[in-house]
């Protein structure tokens, strides 16, 4: 996967948010990580568990440090395959996931299949799970993809009908976002698919240098004191 954003978690301007996906860092590729986690994570209730990515020629995924789950599988290009949340009640989530959009497809054991066209989120029910605790390792949200902004006001006015708490439109720069938790605790996101990412960096020079947006950008020099130096692996630097 190409790093194709280096820029800050907005909320938090202190750390680091990397965006990885394929070349063109396209929606549906992405995946984004928040390094500077010190604590470890604890599986459990409330929580996304594991995350598959398809790739047209899967390896075997390496095992991640800090204990994320991440498997790789079959697909006709790099692009997330689905999701797994963890849940102690699985029908207010079934019910949640069939508001959004999702089907259910097929129920082995305890874990129950939900599908909206190419997009998967798979529910493990395990009713005696402890709460799970954000940590390294963790998957922080699961975001979703509308085309624009009045599909993205669109569906959260029917959230807000439905009493489902919905935070106010935040500019992540790059796109549009909402934030909203199932009734189970997993926290979702549903952003916009532009501006995109070249509206500060060329294709060909995505993720070589920090970006900040509009806002931040006065205080770039005491932002850029307080990050940790990155450190690139000649590997990293041919891709």
């Keep these: 996967m190409r790093l194709v954003k280096r820029t800050v ?9 990397f965006y990885f996906g394929d070349p063109q860092g396209r929606p549906g590729t992405l995946l984004t990580f ?14 996304a568990v594991s995350v598959a990515y398809g790739l047209p020629r899967p390896a075997e ?13 079959d697909g006709a290009s790099p692009a997330l395959n689905s999701i797994t949340l963890c849940e102690r009640e699985i ?14 497809v097929n129920t082995q054991g305890n874990r129950y299949r939900f599908q909206l066209a190419a997009a998967q989120i798979e529910v493990l029910h395990e009713p005696e799970a ?4 954000l940590g390294a390792g963790a998957i922080h949200h699961i ?11 669109e569906w959260r006015d029917r959230l807000v009908s439905a009493g489902v708490r919905v935070s106010p439109v935040k500019d992540r720069s790059y796109f549009h976002s909402i934030y909203f938790r199932e009734p189970g605790g997993v926290l979702f996101e549903i952003a916009t698919e532009g501006p995109g990412f070249l509206i500060d960096e060329p294709a060909d020079a995505l993720g070589t240098s920090l970006c900040l947006p509009p806002w931040l950008e006065p205080s770039r020099e005491s932002i850029q004191a307080r990050l940790s130096p990155i450190h690139f692996s000649e590997y990293s630097r041919t891709l």
């Design 143 to 153: 975001a979703f993809r509308v085309a624009d902004e009045a599909a993205q006001l």
């Design 9 to 17: 978690n907005f909320d938090d301007p202190g750390s680091y948010h």
């Design 91 to 104: 029908e207010p989530t079934a019910a949640f996931l069939e508001m959004l959009g999702f089907r259910p």
């Design 61 to 73: 995924a390496t095992s991640d440090p800090d204990g994320l789950d991440l498997q790789l599988v």
């Design 130 to 133: 402890e709460r799970g605790k």
């Design 34 to 47: 928040f390094p500077g986690f010190h604590r470890q994570m604890r599986r459990g209730a409330g929580q």
